[in-house]
C-alpha cells in the first residue's frame, strides 16, 4: 500500500519571520531553528511579552479617604 503523500506548507518563523517549514520533520515548528525557538523562550521568560495593566477606572469627583 503506498504512503499517502504530504504538502510541505511553508510558514513565517514567528521570531525572525523568515521560512519555516510546518511539517513533523522540522522539531522547532512553528520556527525555523532552535535559535529562534530559544530567543522566542527567552522572550517569555523575559517578560518581554507582558500584557500592560489594566489602569482601573478612577472617577475623578469620587473622594478617597
Known amino acids: 500500500m503506498p504512503e499517502p503523500e504530504f504538502t510541505v506548507k511553508t510558514v513565517a518563523c514567528p521570531a525572525c519571520n523568515g ?3 510546518y511539517a513533523p520533520s522540522n522539531i ?3 520556527f525555523c ?3 529562534c525557538k530559544n530567543l522566542d523562550l527567552g522572550a517569555w521568560a523575559s517578560e ?3 500584557l500592560p495593566e489594566q489602569t482601573p477606572n478612577i472617577d475623578p469627583d469620587f473622594e478617597q479617604i
Open 19 to 21: 521560512p519555516s517549514i
Open 48 to 50: 518581554r511579552f507582558k
Open 28 to 30: 522547532y515548528r512553528p
Open 33 to 35: 531553528s532552535e535559535r
